[in-house]
């Protein structure tokens, strides 16, 4: 097996980058959903903006996100924001943990990509694993991987919501995703995962699923309704 994509998503709900090589912390892929959109009710996502998707997120030489190219926190950005997100949505940086749906890392392999027969970008995962036949990787919580100088823990299979829907290209909806998803796969696909030690991890590095034993992390996630703190 080996590492076959990296990606990252500067931008929460926004389209991301593919990277050749990335650093693993305790707090994700470095750099990873760092800027995220709300409005005065609180945190907005594709689950409800899907318009937010046909935005572009990517990361500047000086580390600083881009929103189309533009600054995140300029006019230009603000603007592109405002019109996929609605007339008070903004955008706010905020590196804490909460900022993830479950855990800091996703990860889906070819095989089960291949399987399920749709554009696994819209999976929106970070690492994409090679050389994995068929649907393997369902039988991965509890494990871990090997990657670089890196080890994940693979936790459980990820729930999918109406994100997946969204064609990553075109934000045309096809809710048959969704539903071969449920209907094939009990609503679940790819793996929710932890970086249990930090490494640096680069393209067509060798993977090794192993049966080390890891500290279950603390999850994240959003509290619906909950007051968005940013530092």
Same mark, same amino acid.
């Given at each position: 097996?080996?590492?076959?994509?990296?990606?990252?998503?500067? *931008?929460?709900?926004?389209?991301?980058?593919?990277? %050749? @090589?990335? =650093?693993?912390?305790?707090?994700?892929?470095?750099?990873?959903?760092?800027?995220?959109?709300?409005?005065?009710?609180?945190?907005?996502?594709?689950?409800?903006? @899907?318009?937010?998707?046909?935005? @572009?997120?990517?990361?500047?030489?000086?580390?600083?996100?881009?929103?189309?190219?533009? #600054?995140?926190?300029? #006019?230009?950005?603000? =603007?592109?924001?405002?019109?996929?997100?609605?007339?008070?949505?903004?955008? *706010?940086?905020?590196?804490?943990?909460?900022?993830?749906?479950?855990?800091?890392? !996703?990860?889906?392999?070819?095989?089960?990509?291949?399987?399920?027969?749709?554009?696994?970008?819209?999976?929106?995962?970070?690492?994409?694993?090679?050389?994995? #036949?068929?649907?393997? =990787?369902?039988?991965?919580?509890?494990?871990?991987?090997?990657?670089?100088?890196?080890?994940?823990? *693979?936790? %459980?299979?990820?729930?999918?919501?109406?994100? !997946?829907?969204?064609?990553?290209?075109?934000?045309?909806?096809?809710?048959?995703?969704?539903?071969?998803?449920?209907?094939?796969?009990?609503?679940?696909?790819?793996?929710?995962?932890?970086?249990?030690?930090?490494?640096?991890?680069?393209?067509?590095?060798?993977?090794?699923?192993?049966?080390? =034993?890891?500290?279950?992390?603390?999850?994240?996630?959003?509290?619906?309704?909950?007051?968005?703190?940013?530092?």
């Amino acid at each position: 097996m080996h590492l076959r994509e990296i990606w990252r998503f500067p *931008v929460k709900s926004m389209r991301g980058e593919q990277l %050749k @090589s990335v =650093e693993l912390t305790d707090n994700g892929l470095t750099g990873d959903r760092h800027v995220h959109v709300r409005d005065s009710r609180g945190l907005l996502t594709a689950r409800v903006r @899907s318009r937010l998707l046909g935005l @572009s997120a990517t990361t500047a030489e000086d580390g600083g996100v881009l929103v189309n190219g533009h #600054p995140w926190d300029g #006019p230009e950005a603000a =603007e592109l924001i405002r019109g996929a997100a609605g007339p008070d949505a903004e955008a *706010v940086r905020y590196a804490g943990r909460e900022r993830f749906d479950v855990l800091n890392l !996703t990860v889906i392999t070819d095989g089960a990509a291949q399987a399920l027969g749709h554009d696994p970008r819209r999976l929106r995962s970070n690492l994409v694993i090679g050389g994995v #036949p068929g649907l393997s =990787e369902r039988d991965w919580p509890g494990r871990t991987l090997r990657i670089g100088d890196a080890v994940i823990g *693979v936790l %459980k299979l990820r729930s999918r919501c109406v994100m !997946t829907t969204v064609d990553p290209d075109t934000g045309e909806r096809n809710h048959d995703v969704l539903r071969d998803i449920h209907r094939l796969y009990g609503g679940t696909f790819a793996l929710d995962c932890w970086v249990a030690s930090p490494g640096t991890v680069t393209e067509g590095d060798e993977v090794r699923l192993t049966d080390e =034993e890891w500290p279950e992390p603390v999850r994240g996630g959003w509290i619906v309704g909950a007051p968005y703190v940013v530092p």
